[in-house]
């Protein structure tokens, strides 16, 4: 059986052990899936009344909130997937492409 803690890029598929063997926790937090992304949200703090709305929505915890305020996207893990965009009722995050 190979740990978790092994795996790496050199890993063979032949080497890893079925997933349901595999028992140490994981995290996304080392996974940087923000490069996922083709749209892009952007918050505007000028329109933002930080109700906080949008931060439960995010499926990808991607909205960090700290003494009850939020700050701008982690765009590490962000996917661009535009939940935000749809539930902010003051129209403070736009979103378009990434490239935008």
């Given at each position: 059986m190979i740990h978790a803690k092994d795996i790496n890029e050199q890993s063979?598929?032949?080497?890893?052990t079925?997933?349901?063997e595999i028992y140490e926790p994981g995290t996304a937090v080392l996974t940087k899936t923000g490069e996922w992304r083709t749209m892009t949200p952007?918050?505007?703090p000028a329109k933002?009344?930080?109700c906080l709305l949008c931060a439960p929505y995010?499926?990808?915890s991607s909205i960090p909130v700290k003494d009850g305020k939020?700050?701008?996207f982690d765009f590490d893990h962000c996917k661009g997937c535009g939940i935000c965009y749809k539930v902010?009722?003051?129209h403070a995050i736009s979103f378009g492409k990434e490239d935008e």
């Open positions: 063979k598929w032949q080497d890893l079925p997933g349901c952007h918050w505007d933002c009344k930080q995010c499926p990808d939020r700050s701008d902010c009722p003051f």
